[in-house]
């Protein structure tokens, strides 16, 4: 029987900086091949073009999907009013909402990164941190201590991964995701930091493989119930949740 798996981190659209098929035909078929039971996704519209155009997308799409989960983008360049953009998402379904400082080049200290910080903290609405460079969670780590709601860091590989481990160590409501985490025993030693119950389970499909992030969880050693709390029963929490 195969495993129960929800992907906390896919998206679908086109990447500026890589030739690569990312098409929502794609991530379909993959997901549906690999037996994930719902993913979160965004369009990459809304990272790298247009975040309010990509959002009005990414809503349309998981709206006729139920295996995806939509998960909105504020971009702190372009919106001169956040909240709008955030009861707008609002209103077409979107609880999940993702910021890029290190693909968009904006600052921590953004003031209207902190407007959309609590405008989302209203509600206490999940939020993901692509974060990935050394240094910026630890400069965020004062805004994260504070958020009310969970919070999910996507690791960016080695480089980092003590960094946000150690952030997110006394935040019990920070967790990561395993994307990237391809060194031997990384995943182990995130469950040994954090407890398997702060870990989860994200492909980066399609520019990443699926498969690749299976089997880090099934050579890792985790016994049976901590691999199964990464591979749905953390995500399926914080969906129930929301």
């Known amino acids: 029987m195969p495993p129960v798996i929800i992907d906390v981190n896919t998206c679908f659209g086109f990447l500026p900086h890589k030739r690569a098929d990312m098409s929502l035909e794609r991530l379909t078929q993959w997901i549906e091949g690999r037996g994930i039971v719902q993913a979160l996704t965004i369009s990459t519209q809304g990272i790298f073009e247009d ?31 956040p909240q709008a953009e955030i009861d707008r998402c609002r209103q077409e379904g979107i609880r999940f909402f993702k910021f890029y400082p290190d693909l968009q080049g904006w600052p921590l200290e953004s003031p209207v990164f902190e407007a959309a910080l609590e405008g989302l903290a209203a509600r206490k609405n999940p939020i993901i941190i ?23 860091l996507s690791s960016g590989g080695m480089d980092s ?7 997110a ?3 019990p409501h920070v967790s990561i995701d395993i994307h990237r985490l391809t060194a031997p025993d990384a995943l182990l030693n995130a469950c040994g930091v954090l407890g398997a119950g702060r870990v989860l389970f994200g492909s980066g499909a399609p520019e990443s493989t699926l498969l ?17 709390a990464v591979l749905n029963g953390n995500a399926l929490r914080l969906l129930e949740g929301n």
Request: charged fraction near 20%; aromatic fraction near 6%; include cysteine.
């Open 51 to 81: 975040c309010s155009a990509g959002n009005r997308l990414t809503a349309s799409v998981c709206s006729q999907n139920s295996r995806f989960v939509p998960v909105g983008t504020l971009d702190p360049r372009k919106l001169t009013n």
């Open 161 to 167: 991964f003590a960094e946000i481990l150690w952030a």
């Open 212 to 228: 690749g992030a299976m089997l880090s969880v099934y050579r890792t050693g985790l016994s049976e119930e901590d691999r199964n």
């Open 169 to 171: 160590r006394d935040l």
């Open 130 to 152: 692509s974060a990935t460079a050394p240094g910026m969670v630890s400069r965020m780590r004062p805004k994260l201590s504070d958020y009310p709601g969970p919070v999910i």
